[in-house]
Structure formats: C-alpha cells, structure tokens
C-alpha cells in the first residue's frame, strides 16, 4: 500500500518568497503523483500531476513539482508567492493497478499562509 | 460547464437517520469517486465507480452505501447516520483510458453534521 507524508501542516511565507512545500511518498511500485489545491469552502482543483517521463512538471498558476525517484519526494515550489496562493494543499499517490479505480492516497494537507 | 455538482451543500441530520448525497457529471467521465475529508486528515476514499453498473469499496466504506446506474449520476447513501459521518463529503470524477490517473475534477462538497 501507498502513503504519504507531508511536512509541515502549515507554512508561512512572505508575499513575493519562494513557496515550498514537501511531500514524500512511499509506494512499492511506480507512482503517479499529484498535487492539488482546497480554497476555502470550495473541492479539490488539480495543480499538476507526474505520471512518467519528465521529473520535472508543471502546473497551474506557476507552480511546478519535481519527482525525486532517490528521495522519494515530489516537493511543490513556487517562485514567488502572491496573496492568491494562500489556500490548502494536498500531495497524493496513485499507483497503477492492472485496471482497478483504486482513487487516491493523500496526505494530511500542509495550510500556506501568505504574509503581506 | 456545470463539471461536478454536489446537492445538498449543507445537511444537519438526527442520529439514525438516513440521506442520499446526491452527485452528477456532464463530462461524460466513467470514473467516480466518493472521498469524505475530516479536518487535518485529509481525504479518505469510501466508494468508486468505474463505469455504470459498477462499484467497488474504498478505504472507508462502513455505513455507507452507492450506485451507478447512469454514467452521469453517482449517489451516495447513508442508512443510519451516526456521529462518526459527520465530514465533508467529495464526490470526484475523472475520465481513465488504459491507464488510472486518479480524479482530475471535484465538486464543491456536501457538509454534513449529524447531531
């Protein structure tokens, strides 16, 4: 079975900083890996996902993650953050299963705070 | 483009009541998905759908029951409500070729107390 950990359940940075957000996997098989972004009272919105190919992939609203096979990590970045990226993020795992829907593990969520 | 609509958007129900959370998709996707999110423990997977006709548990499927009938809608019952089903809840779609990505579209979630 899958998991995923995600440091830190809030992070604070200054409008214009880089965000950073980390996430770690364990899967015993290749993984797909996903992160998705929860503004208040709203669903899930899909920011980028890895599936195979180029570890390095990007998203919407200028994020990009890279998938790190040695670190097992798929860590969230931004360059510079602005007053709109405060919301809730969530890294999660798939694997492929031979045909079964299995949906997504996901990890606890990690708050961004965005400091004027 | 409606995507995924969830209804009711709030619900507060007696201990041992019952309710269908109701969900539909105009995106002609074959995946559903239930999710249930409860606060710092992000999302748990109750029930999925592959196509019409089919379903299958999830990670949390206890007190909960769903069916398929048309590709579109993808209800999810609640027979007895207990204290422990209050969360909010996520019904998710996605469409999977030969490959199972996970769900790429989520509505806007069902709040659900039971008191």
């Known amino acids: 079975a899958q998991s995923v950990t995600q440091l830190g359940s809030h992070v604070s940075v200054s409008e214009g900083a880089l965000v950073l957000l980390r996430c770690n996997y364990s899967?015993?098989?290749?993984?797909?890996l996903f992160w998705y972004v929860q503004y208040p009272n709203q669903g899930l919105q899909l920011l980028l996902k890895?599936?195979?190919?180029?570890?390095l992939v990007k998203g919407i609203n200028g994020f990009e993650a890279e998938f790190k096979k040695s670190e097992t990590s798929f860590h969230l970045t931004k360059p510079s953050a602005h007053m709109s990226d405060a919301a809730e993020y969530f890294c999660?795992?798939?694997?492929?299963?031979?045909?079964?829907?299995?949906?997504?593990?996901f990890g606890k969520g990690t708050h961004l705070i965005i400091q004027p | 483009n409606a995507g995924v609509t969830q209804t009711p958007k709030f619900r507060i129900l007696k201990i041992g009541q019952s309710m269908t959370l109701q969900c539909t998709q105009d995106m002609n996707h074959n995946y559903m998905y239930w999710y249930r999110q409860d606060p710092g423990m992000g999302l748990k997977l109750i029930y999925y759908s592959v196509g019409a006709g089919i379903t299958d548990k999830g990670e949390v499927p206890n007190g909960y029951n769903v069916s398929r009938s048309t590709t579109e809608d993808f209800p999810l019952r609640l027979e007895l409500a207990a204290p422990s089903q209050t969360s909010v809840y996520f019904c998710a779609s996605s469409y999977v070729g030969t490959e199972p990505l996970g769900p790429q579209h989520f509505g806007d979630g069902t709040r659900l107390s039971i008191l």
């Open positions: 999660a795992v798939s694997v492929p299963s031979g045909g079964g829907a299995d949906g997504l593990t």
């Open positions: 899967s015993s098989v290749p993984p797909y």
């Open positions: 890895y599936t195979t190919g180029a570890t």
